[in-house]
């Protein structure tokens, strides 16, 4: 059973919500949330406050889990709100169909990957989780049902995709899943020593592997290098499946993961990657989702948490920005041990307020800190802006609005189809309620 972060959200210590409702009590009953601004949440992973209602009423979808409906001959399944992903593979891999976009961990509800809409490692090919949505039921705070695809109530389906859980409460969705003959993917790891080196890997990647994604150094020596894994599906008929449980970190005191510790953390990080690796098997949970292997990770930065600062630039000025942006990090001394780097394709984003754009698309996560690490993102975020970038929503919280009113200029659109019974920590401090 995956776990719940009941409060607070994956990167923030903890906010309490004034009341809390299951899924199921809102859809039996939607008069319960009425009178206040409900939120619908899934497990609590967002890093930042679009999960967070505080001083106002959540609405968890977990005990909606059920698959309902599986057609073999096309793939396409359908299941409630609160099923996760990683109840998703474990269930339809051995049986030979897994996900087609999935993020970098599955401890998410199918809720949550639509109003998210949550990208993988080979968004260059498929696009993102909304992209293979063929419908999904939407309860409305004021009682109306909606069932929402591309041919009815498009418009809600559009703003629901990515919408950040502010139009409605979803009760079940259909999506396609894709036929596998493994469990395992056949892994390459590449090292480049610049950016301008990732970019040329790359590209000449896309064509041979679907999966592709890069780890990054920040280090003040010598950012802007790095390895590249890039992998695709085994065809060896291995059904054989990682083990499920994870390993529980405990919260400390103290962050493991700092601006001392970053170095070291880093450095043992890439000696382990330090050869060329050709053909690697590999189980698709260490691929996939590496962190999942440890429950509760985030607690590895300390009871002050850690903030993500997950951004996207255009192909064109991606190699100036991303490597001042590199250099700014190092030069501050705060360098981010888990820094992922990948592209992005050129499809037309599924949700009016979807993260994924043509470009490339670097996470950086910082223990916090306090005005020293808020001091650093605003120096990003000026190179950000120049080079016409958008910062991930769903890993957001601190974003000024000039940023976010530039990086979703869609917003307006959202804010006319949003129900107007719900809102967030994000949805105030961006949006206004």
């Not at 339809?92 to 990957?113: D, E, K, M, N, R």
């Not at 999966?211 to 890039?230: C, E, I, N, Q």
Request: aromatic share 10%; charged share 20%; proline share 4%.
């Amino acid at each position: 059973m995956a776990k719940i972060q009941s409060q607070g959200s994956w990167g923030l210590p903890a906010h309490s919500p004034k009341r809390t409702f299951s899924l199921s009590q809102v859809q039996n009953q939607v008069d319960l949330v009425k009178g206040d601004f409900a939120l619908p949440v899934g497990l609590g992973r967002s890093y930042g406050d679009v999960g967070l209602n505080t001083g106002h009423t959540v609405v968890n979808s977990r005990d909606a889990n059920h698959f309902l409906s599986f057609d073999r001959e096309t793939g396409i399944l359908k299941c409630q709100a609160g099923v996760t992903l990683a109840e998703i593979q474990r269930t339809f891999i051995p049986q030979g169909f897994a996900l087609i976009a999935t993020p970098g961990t599955a401890q998410v509800s199918v809720g949550g990957a639509i109003a998210n809409d949550v990208h993988g490692k080979n968004h260059h090919r498929v696009s993102s989780f909304g992209a293979h949505l063929k419908e999904f039921t939407l309860l409305r705070t004021s009682g109306e049902v909606l069932v929402c695809s591309p041919s009815n109530n498009s418009e809600m389906f559009e703003a629901t995709i990515g919408g950040l859980g502010l139009t409605g409460f979803i009760l079940d969705a259909t999506f396609t899943l894709k036929k596998v003959n493994s469990a395992h993917l056949i892994q390459d790891t590449i090292h480049f020593d610049n950016l301008a080196e990732f970019l040329r890997v790359s590209k000449d990647s896309e064509s041979s592997h679907e999966y592709s994604v890069a780890w990054v150094d920040t280090s003040k020596r010598k950012f802007g290098r790095g390895f590249l894994m890039r992998a695709n599906m085994a065809d060896d008929g291995d059904f054989g499946m990682p083990p499920a449980k994870a390993i529980e970190l405990p919260m400390l005191p103290f962050g493991v993961v700092n601006k001392y510790s970053n170095a070291i953390l880093a450095g043992a990080y890439r000696l382990s990657n330090s050869r060329h690796n050709s053909e690697t098997k590999v189980d698709y949970q260490k691929y996939f989702y590496p962190l999942d292997a440890i429950a509760y990770w985030n607690h590895a930065y300390g009871p002050k948490g850690f903030y993500q600062y997950q951004f996207v630039v255009p192909h064109e000025s991606a190699e100036a920005a991303i490597n001042e942006i590199l250099k700014q990090v190092a030069l501050s001394g705060n360098q981010s041990f888990l820094s992922v780097l990948k592209t992005l394709g050129g499809q037309k984003p599924a949700g009016l307020m979807s993260f994924t754009r043509p470009g490339v698309t670097v996470a950086l996560e910082f223990q916090n800190r306090g005005i020293e690490t808020l001091e650093l993102f605003s120096r990003l975020d000026k190179i950000l802006t120049e080079a016409n970038g958008a910062l991930n929503l769903s890993k957001d919280a601190r974003m000024p609005k000039a940023l976010f009113e530039q990086s979703y200029p869609r917003f307006q659109e959202l804010e006319a189809l949003r129900d107007p019974g719900i809102s967030s920590g994000l949805s105030r401090r961006l949006m206004g309620f």
